[in-house]
Structure formats: structure tokens, C-alpha cells
């Protein structure tokens, strides 16, 4: 009777101890939702075909991530926004990674540092002209929504800074972790672009092709995608790597040669230009131990690649070289230089009639040719991204963006000296690949693609948490004072 009795008290000791506060807390939190999506998976694999079941479950796969890993979520979601055959998919999966990473830190409490003050004035007022520019277009210029939607995109991706400052909070660590996803997506679209280029089958949106330049090269591949930035800076930070020697040579260079494949099938002269001019950027900060060895490595390692090439593949040299003085033929109408020409011209002539505010989000800057009736978004289109934010946003727009990107950078050029040898090759490595972006953004319309808008958002971050501590002017005491 007493074992009975001990059994009893047992069993009900065991059953009350299920209903306490932590144990409901857990039950609602964690094993309700898992029930409830075990329930839902279930009975959607029975009613609702294959690939439909797949989706649901790589959707709840891709939420779990981002919660468990949100760092590896945040790379999964670049990639997600340079492989999607629609935008509107990757406008969607933006926007769930944007609200389950504010969710994620409200829960977890996490704080950050205030924004620097002079770059957080500056992209107020950045942000304030995006808005006006939106307004207008919807209230004065009367743009259509379309339009709208498809001009304003990227600026929306904007939204990312906040975010990025609060999951780095400022710290080291989770800035390596930042730069170690930017390099990561660099090395997904190099193995990306190789793929294609051996294959010739186009599994990303972009161009597959036939290059062609002037008649030239009608037998050489092209691979046209997003995100050969992120290989640019891949490239940069990988010589910095070597460099201060945080990577062997020998590594450092096995490591550099599917990057520089990847430049190579792309084709881009202006890619090509500025990234070269982004290794040599670090050259205006490094001291000149440094600045020789840097120099002398880039100049062992040119003459190592194109000796190889000459004996293994000499068709290589004669693609890069025809490519690169292609341009001087390419001054006709229906070229790539010629039809820059004539967006550039079509983009002054706005601006001499509407200075101030543009046309507005989504207006058009240009009338319609026949020559474009196979591209119609091109009457709002214009490679130069300068002329973009002008004509969209109007000149002062413009003011207040290349204000934000100058204290950002500037802030972060004052900050080198005080930053730790540990993570000085990230921040030299931004610094260096900035102005070389800036500077491509000439003839690409890179600053306002989203997947662009994400990385300098990223870099903004790095150069925020960097930046040099502001310092009060202090009044000057007056005479007789003490």
C-alpha cells in the first residue's frame, strides 16, 4: 500500500511539475509552434502538389535560419536577391529577412551605439529627399505605380543600415562576421559565373552570350550577372590579406584565381579598371614598406599570369587586350559608349528644365525611339547612377547623397590610425574599394541596385563603427578670464 501510495504521489508530483510558469512559458513558445507547423507541413504535403510542398518547407527552413543564424541568413538573402528570376520574389524575401532581424533583436534586447552624429544628420537628410522625391512623383509629376516601384526599389534596401548597425552594435567580432559574408557572397557569384561560363547555361538573371564589340570577339562567352562587386572587393581584401600577412602567399593566390576568372568571363572594362585601381588605393595609407611590397607583388604577379596564359592560353591575353581598346571604336549610335552618349545627353536636358526636383521617382527623362521598344523601362533608365539620382531626386538630392557617402568614408579615413592591427584590413579594405566603386558607378548604375545598396550599407556600417570620435569645438575663453 505504501509502494502504491509513493507511486501516486509520484505520478501527480511529475504531472503538476509540467504546468509551471517555465515549463508553459517553453510549451507556447517553443513545442505549440513546432506542433502547429509539424500540422500545417503535414496536412499541406497531402493536399497541395510536390513543388509546393518544397517551397512551404524550404520557406519555414529559410525563417529558422535567419532566427538560428542570422548571419548566415543575412547571406542567404543576398544571394536570394542576385539569383532571382523576379525581383518581386527577392523584394519579398527582403522585406520577411528585414522584419524577422528587427523581431529577432527587439527580442534579444541588443543595443548599439548612437549613429555618429554628422553621418546620421547627413543621412537623414538623404532620406528626407528619397521621401520627397516618392511624394512628388505620386502628387505632382503623377508617375505611375509600376514605374515607381521599379526607380524606388533600391532605395528601400536603404533600410538595412539600421539594421546592420544594431546586429554589429560597433563591435569587432560581429564586423569580421559582416565582411566574412560579404566575402562569401563574392566567392558564391564567382563559382556562379564560372558555371555559366564553362556550361553556357544561364541559371541567375543577367546575360549569357556571344561577346560582341565592334565584330570582335564573336566566339567569346560573356557572363552578364549581379554582384561582380562583391568579387572587386573580394580581390582587394584578399591583397590586403597578403599583405599584412594573415594569409599565406602561396593560399592567397590559389584563393585569388577564381576572382580573377570570374573579372575575366565578365568582360567589364570599367569592372576591370576599378578594381585595379582599388588594389592600389591602399597605397595612399600604408607606409612605404608596404607600398613596395605591395607594388612588387603586383608586378611579380602580372608577370607570372601573363607568362602562364602566353604559354597555356594565349587566347586570353588577345580577348582582354581586344577588350580593352574595343572602346575606341565604339562611337557609334548603336554602341555601348554611343548609347551612354545619348543618355547622358537626354539626362542633362531634364536637368536644365526640372533642376531642383527631377521627374520625380519612377518619371521618365527621355522621350520613347523606336530603338527601344525592346527595352521600354529605358526611357527612365540611364547607366550613369549620378545622372540617375539627379534626374530622380533632382541636383540637391544628389548633394545629399555624395554628402553622406563623403562622411561616411572621410570619417573612416580619420579613424585608420587609432583602429587595431586586427582589424585594420577590413576597414582598409572598404576604404580602398569605395572611391573604386564611386568611381565605376560613372558607367554602371551600381549604387542604385539592391544587392549594390546592401553592400554599401554594409561598408557604411564598417565605416560608422570605425569612424573618428567627434569632438565639440570648444568656444575660445575671452581675454582676462581665468
Known sequence: MSTLRQYSLGFGATVGGLFTRANLRALFLLWLPVFLASAFLGLCSVILPWWLCMGLAGAVGYLALLWLFPWLGLGACIVIVLAAPDFKIADVATMVTMAVMVLRLVMHGQLAPPFPRRLRSAAWWFFAVVALSFALGIVYFHNSAPSMYRDGRAFVYWLWLPILWRMTAGQAEPLQKLMRVLIGIAYTVAALALFQWVTGIQVVSGLVASLDSSGAGKNVTRVQMPGFLFVSLAIIWLSLQMLYRRVHVLIGA????????????????????????????????????????????????????????????????????????????????????????????????????????????????????????????????????????????????????????????????????????????????????????????????????????????ALITIFASYSAPEVKAVSPRRKGTA
Do not use: D
Not at 309 to 319: D, F, G, Q, S, Y
Open 254 to 457: 590559389l584563393a585569388m584565381l577564381p576572382l580573377l576568372a570570374a573579372l575575366y568571363v565578365n568582360f567589364g572594362r570599367g569592372l576591370w579598371v576599378w578594381t585595379f585601381i582599388g588594389v592600389l588605393i591602399p597605397l595612399m595609407f600604408i607606409g612605404g614598406g608596404r607600398a613596395f611590397k605591395l607594388l612588387a607583388t603586383l608586378a611579380a604577379g602580372a608577370v607570372l599570369v601573363a607568362g602562364t596564359l602566353a604559354l597555356v592560353k594565349p587566347a586570353v591575353i588577345e580577348n582582354i587586350s581586344e577588350r580593352l581598346v574595343s572602346v575606341k571604336n565604339e562611337g557609334g549610335r548603336r554602341t555601348s559608349y554611343g548609347w551612354r552618349e545619348l543618355e547622358n545627353q537626354e539626362a542633362i536636358r531634364t536637368l536644365k528644365h526640372s533642376p531642383v526636383f527631377g521627374v520625380g521617382m519612377g518619371g521618365e527623362y527621355r522621350p520613347w525611339l523606336h530603338e527601344l521598344r525592346l527595352f521600354a523601362e529605358h526611357v527612365r533608365y540611364i547607366h550613369n547612377t549620378y545622372f540617375f539620382l539627379a534626374v530622380k531626386l533632382g541636383i540637391p538630392g544628389l548633394l545629399c547623397f555624395l554628402l553622406f557617402f563623403w562622411r561616411a568614408w572621410n570619417g573612416a579615413r580619420k579613424g585608420l590610425a587609432a583602429v587595431e592591427e586586427s582589424n585594420r584590413v577590413t576597414l582598409l579594405a572598404g576604404l580602398s574599394f569605395f572611391p573604386a566603386c564611386m568611381g565605376l558607378s560613372i558607367t554602371q548604375p551600381e549604387i542604385v541596385s539592391p544587392h549594390s545598396v546592401v553592400l554599401f550599407a
